[in-house]
């Protein structure tokens, strides 16, 4: 089945703890990216990948890292997270006529 | 910049009620658009899109039509069912590569019976 899969679905964490939420597709696509959902601010953009080894910056980066060493995989990486960060996170895989296909989400807390 | 408006929520309707959610857009060139759903719980699951101007998006009963002369995508449905009850987004996506989705805030629907 063609899938984008996140973990963990559900964490939550302490101020500076390092996380990083993994992300996976298995359609061979070329561009991910990742947003948080906020009350009232809809989807906001994090960081996308346009292929293996290439990452640009979204509308919200700050606090944020990734990384795409191989096609399939695209993880979130917080070093060190803070309570504003709390929300809830989707990765997302484009298909071939730039429809996105998006992951289950992932609602982190952070104390 | 490309931007994307929707009709503040919450609608709410009774079962087989006629259902519009409207949605306009400001972008250069001619983006993409797209009418995502998200179920409670859930991620987002692409409802419908459209490509070019006039061109009409359809899926599960509901439509949208690519309308460039007033830059709107609004999404309709004949008859409303309870497990329509969701959060809808409009979205779209700018013809130049690597351009991210712009997505609306979003307009949650609920159906009663």
């Known amino acids: 089945e063609a899938q984008v899969t996140q973990n963990p679905r559900y964490l939550i964490t302490v101020t500076g703890k390092k996380l990083t939420v993994t992300c996976s597709q298995n359609?061979?696509?070329?561009?991910m990216s990742w947003y948080r959902q906020d009350p009232g601010l809809g989807l906001r953009q994090i960081y996308y990948?346009?292929?293996?080894?290439?990452?640009d910056k979204g509308d919200v980066p700050e606090g944020y890292k990734v990384s795409r060493k191989e096609k399939r995989n695209f993880p979130l990486i917080l070093e060190s997270p803070s309570p504003n960060q709390t929300s809830l996170y989707f990765c997302?895989?484009?298909?071939?006529?730039?429809?996105?296909?998006f992951g289950p989400g992932t609602r982190l807390t952070v104390l | 910049g490309n931007s994307v408006t929707q009709m503040e929520g919450p609608v709410t309707l009774s079962e087989e009620a006629f259902l519009t959610i409207n949605c306009t857009y400001t972008?250069?060139?001619?983006?993409?658009l797209f009418w995502y759903v998200q179920y409670p719980g859930e991620g987002l699951q692409l409802l419908l899109k459209?490509?070019?101007?006039?061109d009409k998006g359809s899926n599960k009963g509901f439509e949208a039509t690519y309308r460039k002369e007033t830059t709107s995508f609004h999404l309709e449905k004949g008859s409303v069912q309870v497990s329509d009850s969701a959060v809808y987004f409009c979205?779209?996506?700018?013809?130049?590569?690597?351009?991210?989705?712009?997505f609306g805030k979003g307009t949650t629907l609920s159906v009663s019976s």
């Open positions: 997302a895989s484009n298909g071939p006529y730039n429809e996105q296909f």
């Open positions: 359609m061979n696509h070329e561009y």
């Open positions: 990948s346009m292929n293996v080894e290439v990452t």
């Open positions: 972008a250069t060139g001619y983006p993409s």
């Open positions: 459209a490509t070019k101007a006039d």
């Open positions: 979205a779209l996506r700018s013809n130049q590569a690597g351009t991210a989705l712009i």
